[in-house]
């Protein structure tokens, strides 16, 4: 292997109006958890109901989830950055009202509006930062899950705290912090234009005649339903204070972050997607059965809702990277249907727990979770096939051991990896001085990348402008006298996997050498982040030329 390093920088490192959108997203993040420790409070000094209480979830992911159908419409007219305002002055605005409200009623209609305006945040906040970080594409998913992180993670304790003063201490809260993006957002965040495609409401809709978009999505919604069975429910059989409850979700929520972003990814390179999320839903299910069974023991709830935190991270990694993986229309459109979907089974849940609670026992309710997690494994298992042929499509093009072809006569050719980045021309340049010293042709591999950060996806280009930046690659090494052919690459997953998939479409094409930019991001966010030169450095099956594009290198 040759290299040239250059510093990388770090995705840490970036314009004001980055921090700007991923303070918001941490603030956003905290909204999972945040309410959890005043649920009972509510309930006591307001004297309502559990099941009117749970309708505070219900009002909100419901609302949330036929928002979803029209984020794209929306922001394909008046652009990414008018939509993420739009989104933060709704949820300014209705969780002032929430905190303001003196009726459950009230709260319950406030969270409706405020469900709009996460709707029109999360569908444009990942977008948003990936346009404007510095650093690559991987370093703006790097701070992306970094924010996801601190937000999930902080939600619940901010809660309790802010519990402990009122009840309506964490509407305040996230009002004030919002705001505060909302300005930030206003001021540093630049215009961005409609989209050159106007997206249709119904198109979500339509997605779901898929079949493999179908099944995943069901699957969400089996799950989300036990999942917020056991966030919004738990509370009432607990019987801790505000302060302890904020504290027992912070741990669910640490764990949430930590197997979303870092485990997950392991365990799917390691047994794939399919095969993990069954055991997964399998471990989720029975964390289910414990709590129904034990329900009046306080330390069983706190452990079992605690560990409850790492199947909840990994499997809303794993389902979002299935969606993408199945899914055959355009990522935006495939995020909306599947949110819709999901999101319905999320908001129903918690109100059905309570009704079923005050009609039976404190028991059934988990056990119906345990049953529609259950059930989820069997939805999913009929996709099995659909899954796996999507995650492995050059290896279902790899034939059996043993009847392995030759290499085509000829000289084996030199593979380049390139992106949409400035530095695929010095790419292309070395790959042209190379092959011409070599004498041997150039397969031209311009990668598109899909990153996935928990319940949300990033693409690295459209795929016409992959297209036409391909062919422009081509051209160059054409006009440099190289034999070049060039191909897409679609890669769904974390930064590694692009290394993984160069290097089995290196063996697949025989080749000589690969030939590749340096990384560009390093330091901490390789402890965050699979690289994916140092993955395909692991699995090349061939001699790997990395090229550092930065001047003073060259």
């Known amino acids: 292997m040759t290299a040239v390093h250059g510093a990388a920088p770090s995705p840490f490192r970036q314009p004001k109006a980055v921090w700007a959108v991923a303070f918001a997203c941490v603030v956003s993040f905290m909204g999972i958890g945040l309410v959890d420790p005043i649920l009972p409070a509510l309930s006591k000094q307001l004297k309502a109901s559990p099941s009117s209480v749970e309708l505070?979830?219900?009002?909100?992911l419901v609302i949330t989830a036929v928002a979803m159908l029209a984020t794209g419409w929306v922001s394909s007219r008046i652009g990414a950055k008018r939509t993420l305002v739009a989104g933060l002055v709704l949820i300014v605005a209705f969780s002032a009202l929430a905190g303001s409200s003196d009726t459950i009623n009230g709260i319950i209609g406030f969270r409706a509006g405020w469900g709009v305006g996460n709707a029109l945040f999360i569908a444009t906040s990942l977008a948003v930062i990936v346009g404007s970080a510095s650093g690559g594409f991987a370093g703006a998913i790097i701070l992306y899950e970094t924010a996801l992180g601190i937000g999930i993670g902080l939600?619940?304790?901010?809660g309790g705290e802010l519990g402990g003063i009122s009840w309506r201490g964490p509407f305040f809260g996230v009002t004030a912090l919002m705001a505060v993006s909302l300005v930030a957002t206003i001021v540093l965040v630049e215009h961005t234009p409609p989209a050159p495609r106007k997206t249709s409401i119904i198109e979500p809709l339509a997605a779901l005649r898929h079949r493999g978009l179908a099944i995943m999505s069901l699957t969400a919604l089996c799950y989300n339903w036990g999942f917020f069975t056991l966030l919004a429910y738990t509370p009432f059989p607990m019987h801790l204070a505000i302060h302890q409850l904020g504290y027992t979700f912070t741990g669910w929520g640490v764990l949430v972050a930590i197997f979303a972003v870092f485990v997950a990814p392991r365990l799917q390179r390691r047994f794939g997607t399919a095969p993990t999320l069954y055991v997964n839903l399998a471990l989720l299910a029975a964390d289910l059965v414990v709590i129904a069974a034990f329900t009046s023991s306080r330390t069983t709830l706190v452990v079992a809702v605690i560990v409850s935190g790492a199947f909840v991270g990994l499997n809303n990694t794993l389902t979002t990277q299935a969606v993408m993986l199945v899914s055959p229309v355009e990522r935006p459109i495939a995020s909306a249907a599947y949110g819709f979907v999901r999101f319905i089974g999320g908001g129903l849940a918690p109100y059905v727990a309570a009704k079923l609670a005050?009609?039976?026992?404190?028991?059934?309710?988990?056990y119906l979770g345990a049953a529609t997690v259950a059930l989820g494994i069997v939805v999913l298992a009929t996709g099995h096939s659909l899954l796996s042929a999507a995650e492995h499509p050059v290896e279902a093009q790899t034939p059996p051991a043993g009847d392995e072809p030759a290499a085509?006569?000829?000289p084996r050719p030199l593979v380049v990896a390139v992106d949409g980045t400035d530095s695929a021309a010095a790419v292309c340049t070395?790959?042209?001085?190379?092959?011409?010293?070599?004498?041997c042709p150039v397969e031209v591999l311009h990668v598109v990348e899909t990153d996935l950060t928990m319940e949300e996806a990033a693409v690295s280009e459209s795929m016409t402008d992959a297209t036409a930046a391909l062919a422009w690659r081509v051209d160059q090494l054409l006009a440099a006298g190289a034999t070049a052919t060039g191909h897409l690459l679609e890669v769904v997953g974390d930064h590694g996997d692009v290394g993984r998939r160069i290097a089995d479409l290196a063996e697949q094409?025989?080749?000589?050498?690969?030939?590749v930019g340096a990384p560009r991001h390093g330091g901490i966010a390789r402890l965050l982040d699979a690289s994916a030169t140092a993955q395909l450095a692991r699995h090349a099956p061939?001699?790997?030329?990395?090229?550092?594009?930065?001047p003073a290198a060259r």
């Not at 005050?358 to 988990?366: D, G, L």
């Open 56 to 60: 505070l979830f219900t009002s909100y």
């Open 155 to 158: 939600g619940p304790l901010l």
């Open 358 to 366: 005050a009609r039976f026992n404190v028991h059934v309710p988990f």
């Open 408 to 410: 085509p006569p000829g």
């Open 430 to 439: 070395a790959a042209a001085e190379l092959a011409a010293m070599l004498r």
């Open 509 to 515: 094409h025989h080749a000589r050498m690969i030939v």
């Open 542 to 550: 061939c001699d790997l030329h990395i090229v550092n594009s930065a």
